[in-house]
């Protein structure tokens, strides 16, 4: 399901993503084969993030996304500390997240569904509102 917003976020991922393996060209040096693997997969998992229309693949999808990124980070980062800095990139990302995977709970638990279309004609509560806005940023 795609609309307006998604639309845009998509073309915006297949703009940039052959952008960033031509930037990267040079840099790596090593096991080019596993970066751009990594690389390719998480540009389909985040074309799945933006095209999905249910919120808890949202999130799963969402979650995905740090598979790629941390295999990126900890096998090509560029100082010492990068196994370090990937694991803490993980953590920080993960637990942050789990506050989402709360509101998603709720909202399914709320509603009864977690599809954005039926989402659109439940009315919640404006403060009700803002905690979920929160939860998931």
């Not at 915006?12 to 596993?34: A, E, M």
């Not at 970066?35 to 995905?64: A, G, P, R, T």
Request: glycine share 4%; charged share 10%; net charge neutral.
């Amino acid at each position: 399901g795609i609309d307006g917003i998604s639309l845009f976020f998509i073309l915006l991922t297949t703009f940039l993503f052959p952008i960033c393996i031509l930037s990267s060209y040079n840099y790596i040096k090593f096991n080019f084969k596993f970066f751009y693997i990594n690389f390719l997969i998480m540009e389909s998992i985040l074309l799945l993030v933006f095209s999905c229309l249910d919120i808890v693949f949202f999130y799963v999808f969402f979650e995905s996304v740090l598979i790629p990124m941390y295999l990126i980070l900890g096998f090509f980062g560029s100082r010492e500390r990068k196994i370090l800095a990937s694991y803490m990139f993980f953590i920080y990302t993960f637990v942050g997240s789990v506050l989402m995977l709360l509101a998603i709970l709720f909202i399914f638990y709320y509603t009864g569904t977690t599809n954005y279309i039926v989402l659109l004609t439940c009315n919640f509560d404006p403060f009700l509102q803002k905690l979920l806005w929160i939860a998931f940023f």
